[in-house]
């Protein structure tokens, strides 16, 4: 065998090694789990994400998602219980399965389990509720509920079915109608938008009004509130007014009282102290004081009687003030008697 016979060999069996290297070693993404087949029968150890090797040409595998996807129905048909046939352009079933359920459902379902569970499911499901409601039901009044419906009766029976698969979120889209009945729905959309438009203005109108009421309202209250407290201000001034005069009276009156009080204090002592003064002594003693002081001169056959005590009884004898009256015209008559002597002596040089 010659060297280049050897070299072809070489590279031949080189060759096939790198196929076969080729064919055994496959990765494994993020977010997948690998499942296995050899001769068609289903391996129950899976692998998760990296590089793994497996034998060529004898075992396959199969990546299977874990993590939250989204499949995507187009163009499903559903008919109303009125025989109306409309289209759903578009549903989303958002679902993820869970790592230790992959090889069971893969077993049970195959790797495209969600052509069975999920595709046929929604199929099966959405043509049950169009078949018991009518066009206005499916299009306009209960669209709303559409995706919960499906959404739990995914999951009821995938409890059952399928444990381990789980539906997150259903998203319908508005669904396609025949363009006549399309058109007469948007004539109607029209005339709800005008009535909208026209119970809006009204509404619009009514609280414009209610406003102007509520400011009209408020601008009295605040004048009646104004008015009240100016009333109160002017009561309150009066009041004081009407306190202070009570006070200013109450004050003169208690002045004058205790004038009164003092007059009448004066007046009582000065009248005690006369009681106790004004004795009979006393007065017979001031009496002739002003008598001594007295500067008239009398003529005449008589001498005024005036100190003669005219309050002595009648019957009896003199008083002290007879017995000292005596006394005292003769105090008094010592230096009257010339005077009473030319007195007299006068009319005879008169000739009377």
Do not use: W
Request: some cysteine; charged content about 25%.
């Amino acid at each position: 065998m010659t060297m280049a016979h050897v070299g072809a060999v070489v590279a031949a069996m080189t060759g096939v090694m790198a196929i076969l290297l080729h064919s055994s070693i496959h990765r494994i993404e993020e977010g997948h789990v690998g499942v296995y087949y050899r001769g068609g029968a289903l391996l129950t150890s899976p692998n998760g994400p990296g590089y793994h090797i497996m034998l060529p040409f004898i075992t396959t595998y199969r990546s299977v998602q874990t993590t939250l996807q989204t499949d995507e129905i187009k163009n499903v048909p559903c008919g109303t219980s009125g025989g109306v046939m409309i289209y759903f352009d578009r549903i989303e079933v958002v679902n993820m399965l869970v790592p230790t359920a992959v090889v069971e459902i893969v077993r049970n379902y195959t790797a495209d389990y969600d052509k069975t569970l999920i595709f046929n499911k929604i199929h099966h499901e959405l043509n049950q509720f169009c078949s018991v409601h009518t066009l206005q039901e499916v299009y306009i009044e209960l669209f709303d509920i559409i995706d919960e419906n499906l959404k739990t009766a995914l999951q009821k029976d995938l409890n059952n079915m399928a444990p381990g698969l789980t539906i997150q979120a259903v998203r319908v889209t508005k669904p396609k109608i025949p363009e006549s009945i399309r058109r007469n729905y948007e004539l109607m959309e029209a005339e709800k938008t005008r009535l909208l438009i026209t119970a809006q203005t009204q509404k619009v109108v009514e609280k414009e009004a209610e406003t102007e009421r509520k400011k009209a309202i408020i601008e009295a209250q605040k004048v009646a509130q104004v008015a009240e407290i100016q009333y109160q201000q002017k009561v309150m001034e009066k009041e004081t007014e009407k306190k202070i005069s009570e006070i200013e009276d109450a004050a003169f009156l208690a002045r004058e009282k205790a004038k009164a009080d003092a007059e009448y204090y004066t007046a009582a002592k000065t009248a005690e102290a006369n009681r106790e003064k004004l004795t009979p002594e006393y007065l017979q003693m001031v009496k002739y004081q002003a008598i001594a002081s007295n500067s008239k001169i009398y003529f005449g056959q008589d001498i005024p009687q005036m100190f003669v005590d005219t309050s002595a009884p009648s019957g009896g004898g003199a008083s002290a003030g007879d017995e000292e009256a005596p006394e005292l015209m003769e105090g008094l008559g010592a230096s009257e008697k010339p005077r009473q002597r030319g007195a007299r002596s006068r009319p005879d040089a008169k000739g009377h």
